[in-house]
């Protein structure tokens, strides 16, 4: 399975970026801004997820689960998807 927390979707251009970015409320604008520098320093979805304790990066996984793969409906199934994504998520980073 290939999926990408972070994408590689076609950069738009510079002005129409940051006339969408100053469109978008503060909490947000700061939540974006926020989530660039982390990965910039380096910090991956699997970096942070190792960084918090089990029950908040299992429920985590979880919410991903749930939430961008609505097409996968049967409960067995999404428990062992989400227990797969998270056990690659918790090996080291290479």
């Not at 002005?15 to 910090?43: C, D, W």
């Not at 749930?66 to 797969?84: D, F, G, Q, T, V």
Request: hydrophobic content about 35%; glycine content about 6%.
């Amino acid at each position: 399975i290939l999926l990408s927390p972070v994408g590689v979707p076609e950069k738009p251009p510079i002005k129409e970026e940051s006339t969408r970015m100053n469109s978008l409320p503060f909490h947000i604008r700061a939540m974006i801004k926020t989530s660039r520098y982390l990965f910039q320093k380096g910090v991956t979805p699997g970096s942070f997820l190792r960084s918090l304790p089990y029950s908040k990066s299992k429920a985590m996984v979880d919410g991903y689960i749930l939430n961008r793969l609505p097409a996968i409906s049967c409960p067995e199934e999404r428990k062992h998807l989400s227990e797969y994504l998270y056990q690659n998520s918790m090996l080291p980073g290479s």
